[in-house]
């Protein structure tokens, strides 16, 4: 079993055709692996026979990991990001309760008037509020609802 940043040299190792120097792999993991570790790394890839050193030169003992690093690189870059990102977004937005009566229809969603109500009127002006915002008609309804929405995102 070798560490997570022995794995990332050995990936490294592959990715440089199974040949490498210590200073060509250090630049290949310098954002992924500390520089001190490296070399710890090498040492730990060597006792587990995974590579050897000659001279100045790590090789790969075991061809058949490269096939099977490019097997494996093959089969990631097979799914598509896109879905996958999207399928995590809708499972968390799906786990939300809140979020899950508005889908449903069970609760509807807050709209400018709603937020400004719960936000800058007290308990007992709601009420007056509201029956006044009903008693508008549609153009004036759609005007000062523009108007709080305006209010609304300033102030957030």
């Known amino acids: 079993m070798i560490s997570h940043d022995a794995f990332l040299v050995l990936c490294a190792l592959i990715e440089l055709g199974g040949e490498a120097t210590k200073k060509q792999l250090t630049i290949a993991v310098e954002n992924h692996v500390d520089k001190l570790v490296i070399d710890s790394c090498l040492e730990e890839l060597i006792f587990a026979c995974h590579i050897c050193l000659y001279i100045s030169l790590y090789k790969l003992i075991n061809t058949k990991l490269i096939s099977t690093y490019k097997n494996t690189n093959k089969i990631e870059a097979y799914i598509p990001q896109k879905n996958v990102q999207s399928m995590l977004a809708k499972t ?15 609760r509807a969603r807050y709209s400018p008037l709603h937020r400004y109500a719960e936000k ?7 009420g007056k509020f509201w029956q006044e915002v009903m008693e508008m008609s549609e153009d004036e309804r759609r005007d000062f609802n523009a108007k709080i929405t305006r209010v609304v995102a300033r102030s957030s």
């Open 120 to 126: 800058h009127l007290s308990r007992q002006d709601v």
């Open 92 to 106: 968390v937005r799906m786990s939300n309760p809140n979020y899950r009566a508005v889908v449903d229809g069970k």
